[in-house]
């Protein structure tokens, strides 16, 4: 069984992938954008497992810089490994359905596919979030104003907010009085300055952060997103498709990293997502380890 779950709503994707996972004790992160794919892992005769099907995990994957050969040999994997193996393919973003190997995935898969939320469903979103606690309409359009439909963020609004209010009826001097505004331009200057390698300062903002509450899981999945980036910009194709303003701050970050460090960070950052979500190690501590690491 195959599932592709994509899109540009990462919090969503996100939520899908670990909500398929679950409840499976045999589970093989392949790759997340690792540019040394190791296919022998995928030749290892394994698929149920006393009784109960391995989980295969593909992050990122669908980058079609890749090439047609590497599609060619993935397809022909997972069409002999399909009926034994339940095999996640989650990509940020969207799907290039131009692409052989994407129209393949699409006919073959379970497809869920996560855009941008409109501000009435993020409305509904948050009042869903909610449950029985009340809140003010303004209150919700001040947090969709905030931060549009990034979920991520939104989510962590809510919790300082649920905290401070004890529950009670959140209004919308409470969004403005907590500096909802503010948590998103420190994210970014956060990965500013690891991009940087400016590690006093990202550490600073890494304190902030946390200390405002902000969900590790979110930070974590910005600075992969931003070292998937730094990888891209060395690559033959370099960051095509991309905004160009962040295109162009990438390619001014890119020098100050060489490719072999940034291979190995990005492998870390891989170790660290699967030993986090396998409850090996703690995320928060990891994130101060990795700024300490980068100096």
């Known amino acids: 069984m195959i599932y592709l779950v994509y899109g540009e709503d990462t919090y969503r994707v996100k939520k899908k992938v670990n909500e398929l996972r679950q409840g499976f004790a045999t589970q093989k992160v392949i790759c997340d954008i690792d540019l040394d794919f190791n296919w022998d892992q995928l030749e290892v005769n394994q698929g149920y497992l006393f009784g109960e ?3 295969w995990v593909f992050g990122d ?3 079609t810089s890749r090439g047609a050969e590497f599609f060619g040999k993935l397809q022909h994997v997972l069409e002999r490994k399909m009926e034994a193996t339940v095999i996640i393919i989650w990509q940020s973003g969207g799907l290039d359905e131009r692409f052989k190997f994407s129209r ?7 497809v869920h596919k996560f855009g941008p939320m409109n501000p009435p469903a993020v409305e509904k979103w948050i009042k869903d979030w909610l449950g029985s606690q009340e809140v003010e309409d303004a209150a919700i359009k001040k947090l969709v104003e905030y931060h549009g439909s990034n979920l991520w963020l939104i989510e962590n609004e809510l919790r300082k907010l649920r905290a401070y209010t004890n529950g009670e009826k959140i209004a ?12 998103e331009e420190n994210i970014f200057r956060f990965i500013d300055a690891l991009s940087y390698r400016n590690v006093a300062e990202a ?13 590790p899981a979110y930070l974590f999945s ?3 997103r931003q070292f998937r ?3 891209l910009a060395k690559g033959d194709d370099g960051l095509k498709g991309l905004h160009p303003y962040v295109a162009r701050k990438v390619n001014q970050q890119s020098p100050r990293w060489e490719y ?3 291979k190995r960070i990005y492998a870390k950052l891989l170790e660290i997502d699967v030993d986090t979500k396998m409850g090996e190690k703690e995320l928060e501590t990891e994130l101060w380890l990795l700024v300490a690491e980068l100096s």
């Open 53 to 55: 099907p391995q989980v």
């Open 61 to 63: 994957v669908l980058d």
């Open 104 to 110: 393949w995935l699409k006919k073959n898969a379970e």
């Open 172 to 183: 919308i001097g409470e969004v403005e009085l907590l500096g909802c505004k503010s948590v």
């Open 203 to 215: 550490g600073s903002l890494l304190d902030i952060l946390l200390t405002e509450g902000q969900d």
């Open 222 to 224: 910005m600075i992969v």
């Open 229 to 231: 980036l730094l990888l």
């Open 260 to 262: 072999p460090i940034l």
